[in-house]
């Protein structure tokens, strides 16, 4: 005998659940090697680029819990038409000649944007999809995104190369718009949002009185893999421009790195399913972590190109793995409120980890801050392998709480 269960399938929900993520990670692709040098262009150094480029994850940060409160109240679907729309004003103020300030204020936006689009497809995601099914479907989650990622730098380079950096800018403006389109277009996927009878209101103080020691443990954890992860964003395009590769150049090796990203995220959702969590976190983070130890020694396009490479891989056989643990830890009631300090904890990560490079960039040098960056990832393999547990949840488990 057959249960829902066995029927499932994920090509059953792949438009409403990865199209817009397909398309959001298109305009981030586009967007995010061009952060850092649109910086400087506008007379940052390269200590003060690096922060602009956390201002990201830092509007990411402050958004997380209205994040929860907003999916919980709209909906997936108008949650995410909503954040498409943010994300358009933001990059408009990315395009407009108004100088640093109202530069920044633009990524401040498109950060906080991210983080409402995210939150309401993982939500969607952990409540539909079986337990058995669950890492392959947040992977795959991550991996749609990932697609775009790689996409839209080889976009992005031939806008630069047709029109400037703004070009670049109108591409990440135009592919947003499309995500919400689809979200627009295609109905909720949830048709039947379930109420505990007699559950107590989820609070934000109430969920961080019941899980903080999940929060201040694994939570740290999360917190140091995201900050690599961010810094590897910026890092590439910064080191590209250090040792004098044009923007173009910089765009393409950004994609080129988002190939082998992309390309590795069913078969790490499948061996987390299989084997368990840590058998993707703990090589995702030493990965990286040596890529970044061997970025101070590339010189030319090549090398850097072969070690931007090394580090798509240790990003991408980490896709959903963030999600993956914060879904098997979230309770169904409220879980929307404890997905979003989840993301609270990831994307301090993504505000430290560049701040981390700017700060020590600013004092010694870039080469130093990439050194510094990448031995936070092997502290991140440390707070992990102690505090992943050894046997993932099931959803009964969860489902009690």
């Not at 829902?4 to 967007?31: E, M, N, T, W």
């Not at 995220?265 to 061997?294: E, H, S, T």
């Not at 090398?303 to 056989?317: E, F, K, Y």
């Amino acid at each position: 005998m057959t249960t829902p269960d066995d029927d499932f399938s994920l090509r059953k929900i792949a438009l409403g659940a990865f199209g817009p993520s397909v398309l959001y990670g298109f305009s981030q692709g586009a967007l995010l090697p061009i952060i850092a040098i649109s910086a400087i262009d506008r007379g940052a150094n390269e200590a003060t680029a690096s922060l602009i480029v956390a201002a990201l994850g830092l509007g990411s940060l402050v958004t997380n819990i209205p994040s929860g409160i907003i999916c919980t109240r709209f909906g997936e679907r108008r949650a995410m038409i909503g954040a498409s729309a943010l994300s358009a004003l933001g990059l408009t103020l990315c395009i407009l000649p108004f100088g640093l300030i109202v530069f920044t204020l633009g990524i401040l936006l498109v950060g906080a944007a991210s983080s409402v689009f995210i939150l309401a497809r993982q939500s969607y995601l952990t409540t539909a999809v079986p337990h058995h099914m669950r890492a392959r479907a947040l992977s795959t989650l991550g991996g749609s995104q990932r697609i775009g990622v790689f996409i839209g730098p080889f976009v992005g380079a031939a806008a630069i190369g047709l029109g400037g950096l703004d070009a670049a800018y109108a591409v990440s403006l135009v592919t947003i718009i499309g995500a919400g389109l689809i979200a627009y277009i295609v109905p909720d996927l949830v048709e039947d949002r379930q109420v505990v009878a007699g559950a107590p209101k989820a609070t934000t103080i109430g969920m961080i009185k019941t899980y903080w020691r999940v929060f201040v443990t694994l939570g740290i954890g999360i917190l140091l893999l995201s900050s690599i992860r961010s810094t590897r964003q910026v890092v590439i395009p910064l080191w590209a421009h250090h040792i004098g590769l044009n923007p173009t150049d910089s765009s393409i090796i950004y994609g080129i790195a988002g190939i082998i990203d992309a390309s590795v995220f069913y078969p790490a959702g499948y061996v987390m399913d299989r084997f368990g969590r840590k058998w993707i976190a703990l090589p995702c983070v030493l990965v990286m972590g040596v890529a970044f130890l061997l970025m101070p020694l590339t010189h030319g396009a090549l090398t850097l190109t072969l070690v931007s490479v090394m580090m798509g891989l240790g990003n991408g056989i980490g896709s959903g793995i963030v999600q993956t643990l914060g879904s098997d830890l979230s309770p169904a009631v409220g879980r929307p409120t404890f997905l979003g300090l989840w993301r609270e904890l990831s994307d301090g990560g993504s505000f430290v980890g560049p701040a981390i490079l700017s700060l020590v960039t600013g004092i010694a040098t870039l080469a130093a801050g990439v050194v510094v960056s990448g031995l936070v990832g092997f502290a991140a393999a440390g707070a992990l392998a102690k505090w992943i547990p050894k046997h993932n949840r099931r959803d009964e488990t969860v489902s009690r709480q």
